[in-house]
């Protein structure tokens, strides 16, 4: 069973390469509001690929409400490069290499290879599984949605509507009980 995290305490350290050549780090007052933190599956994923085309899309309005955005998986770089490539994920610059005991950490679910996708490419010997985190500037968690599966993942435009509101009411995080 993945460790679970709770809502206004600190988040796991994260440290992962950028396509870019930098790294993706969580960094205190980084983001104004939030970090919005999201793990997808791989390039193998084709749903996926619809989520992070997504996106991609609604980056700017993310950015506009002060949250930056991040996004990873335990792909190579050769896999990553793929993506970002293939999808158009022209506003994203993809974290990859994320390993199993970060993963683990961050109460994501494993998951492994069942060979061929309906898209044929091979899915990666062991993989995680999506999580979604909305991370306070003081590195402390807000929100966040693990899955064992890769469908009904949560909406990035509900989720903009969500944080509208959040920031309007100063609405507190909830479930740290």
């Not at 870019?20 to 780090?25: A, E, I, N, P, V």
């Not at 970002?84 to 679910?109: M, P, Q, T």
């Amino acid at each position: 069973m993945p460790l679970s995290l709770i809502p206004r305490q600190p988040v796991p350290t994260l440290d992962v390469p950028l396509l870019s050549g930098t790294r993706l780090r969580l960094a205190a007052n980084e983001a104004p509001t939030f970090t919005l933190l999201v793990f997808y599956r791989g390039y193998h994923c084709p749903l996926c690929r619809a989520y992070l085309t997504e996106l991609n899309r609604l980056a700017d309005e993310f950015t506009a409400r002060g949250v930056v955005v991040k996004v990873l998986s335990s792909d190579s770089e050769e896999r990553a490069r793929r993506t970002a490539d293939e999808w158009s994920l022209d506003k994203l610059d993809l974290g990859y290499g994320l390993n199993e005991a970060d993963a683990r950490a961050w109460g994501l679910y494993i998951s492994t290879s069942r060979g061929l996708t309906s898209t044929g490419v091979e899915e990666p010997a062991r993989f995680s599984e999506p999580g979604v985190f909305l991370i306070r500037p003081d590195l402390t968690l807000y929100w966040a949605n693990v899955q064992t599966m890769p469908f009904a993942r949560p909406h990035f435009k509900d989720m903009l509507g969500a944080i509208d509101f959040v920031i309007a009411k100063d609405y507190p995080a909830r479930g740290e009980a």
